[in-house]
């Protein structure tokens, strides 16, 4: 049984985490196609833009997470109509709110761009950006489906090769546009368009290819109960990612408070937890995937001694983050300051950041439980503990905060933040002992 959880495991989060790991690369080359059109103005208006995109659409990121453990129940219990079924409300509900963010464009855009506080010419090429890139929003919203719709069917390898063909596709497609046709800014916006509508279709030919999903009546994709079960599921989801989003803005905003060299320092250091929560997501997507399986079926009445064998998998899952974390937090304990000097070569944000590592290096140990019981939860449909999970850690982190940054300065921030990260996985974990045991 263990060998076969490993086996699993590693066959779900391997696909993962290298999706993941391409998203850093895609950032970089607009970065650097936008460097070489001759104005800093435009790397300035890139920056801005995708940090709109990044914050709207995190938000909405419930639909992977939703569809993935839904589909993963149906999955497990040998329930392939409810798989489809499932598909096809997910998708038409993305595509809904792709057209509301299209019909609140404007306003948005007008509201993100006086909240940073661009000036003139930065925000006005990022407002042509935003113009552009909003019409990919449906083809984003259903991509979240599609690929929470993978990982329920135990198949991230599906969609690891929809993730890298649409950063491979933006990067060919920006290129051409920008130096071939003499495009600026609308060449990277239209390349990103192109590649987000290029990427659905690709996971929609996929999906017909392998698993050719039978039509469903509307009636049935349009169940109340189902869709009340459905947007309970999102919204606890919902609003446990704007509980996170809340914490990474007071971490900017808080270093921001303290000067330009603290600001950039924690930035810095910032990218060594974003680059383990890559290789950390691919075992919470492992946990969405097979608890969720497990589940459903437990409640078919598909496996002898169903809670033994989830139990197990929590066991596996658990002693994997362990390990990640362990390694992590040794390469960062040896190599962080190596780390730092390549991302920065200003000498007064590397001696800044130096005298916080020790926090970073503390982060991976800290926060793995938090990933993996996410991942959990969102398999077993258990969203509700999850976001219970987050509020505490929340309190806690702005308790720390307002309570000791007066006397410990930018040591508060990160003492808040890995104590937010250990919260959320301990409560996490004491929560799903009390539904074990009741």
């Known amino acids: 049984m263990r060998l ?19 998203t850093p690369v895609l950032g970089l080359v607009d970065v650097a196609i936008t460097g070489h059109i001759g104005n800093a103005v435009y790397i300035g208006a890139i920056a801005v833009g995708g940090t709109i995109f990044n914050m709207l659409y995190w938000l909405f990121n419930f639909l992977r997470m939703g569809s993935s453990g839904l589909t993963a129940q149906a999955y497990g219990a040998g329930n392939r109509s409810r798989c489809d079924t499932i598909l096809f409300r997910a998708l038409i ?9 299209i019909a609140l ?45 993978f990982v329920g069917m135990q198949d991230s390898r599906s969609a ?19 130096f071939g046709v003499g495009w600026k800014i609308e060449g990277v916006a239209t390349g990103t368009l192109t590649a987000q509508w290029a990427g659905v279709l690709l996971g929609a030919v996929i999906i017909m290819r392998r698993y050719r999903p039978a039509l469903q009546p ?7 109960h189902e869709l009340l079960s459905f947007f309970r ?43 383990f929560s890559y290789f950390m997501d691919g075992f ?39 390990l990640c974390a362990l390694i992590f937090s040794v390469i960062y304990l040896i190599a962080g ?13 590397v001696e800044c950041a130096r005298r916080y590592l020790p926090w970073c290096v503390a982060v991976p140990l800290c926060g793995f439980l938090a990933f993996l019981w996410d991942g959990i939860f969102v398999g077993l449909t258990y969203t509700r503990y999850m976001l219970a999970a987050m509020s505490v850690a929340l309190i806690v982190f702005f308790a720390l905060y307002f309570s000791l940054h007066s006397h410990m300065g930018n040591h508060c921030l990160w003492l808040a933040f890995d104590a937010y990260l250990i919260v959320r996985g301990l409560v996490s974990w004491c929560l799903y002992l009390r539904r074990v045991r009741s």
Not at 160 to 177: D, E, G, K, R, Y
Not at 291 to 313: D, F, V
Request: a neutral charge; aromatic letters at 8%; proline letters at 3%.
């Open 4 to 22: 076969l959880h490993r086996s699993e495991i590693v066959a779900i989060a391997l696909p993962a985490i290298i999706s993941n790991l391409t």
């Open 93 to 101: 509900i993305g595509v809904a709110v792709g057209l509301v963010l």
């Open 105 to 149: 464009s404007r306003p948005i855009c007008s509201v993100v761009l006086g909240f940073m506080d661009a000036d003139g010419d930065t925000a006005a090429l990022a407002d042509s950006y935003f113009r552009i890139c909003i019409w990919g929003a449906p083809a984003v919203m259903a991509s979240y489906a599609i690929m929470g719709w």
């Open 160 to 178: 690891m090769w929809v993730s890298i063909f649409i950063n491979v596709a933006n990067i060919v497609t920006s290129l051409v546009l920008v």
């Open 218 to 224: 509307l009636r049935k994709v349009l169940e109340r």
């Open 233 to 275: 599921i999102n919204a606890d989801i919902f609003l446990r990612t704007c509980c996170l989003v809340t914490v990474t803005l007071w971490f900017t905003h808080a270093g921001a408070l303290q000067g330009p060299v603290i600001l950039a320092a924690n930035a810095v250091l910032l990218q060594l937890f974003i680059l």
């Open 284 to 322: 919470a997507y492992a946990g969405e995937a097979l608890a969720g399986k497990y589940a459903g079926a437990s409640q078919a009445g598909l496996r002898q001694n169903p809670g033994r064998g989830l139990e197990s998998l929590i066991r596996e899952l658990l002693l994997a983050g362990v």
């Open 337 to 349: 300051e190596a780390f730092v000097s390549v991302l920065t070569e200003d000498r007064g944000v």
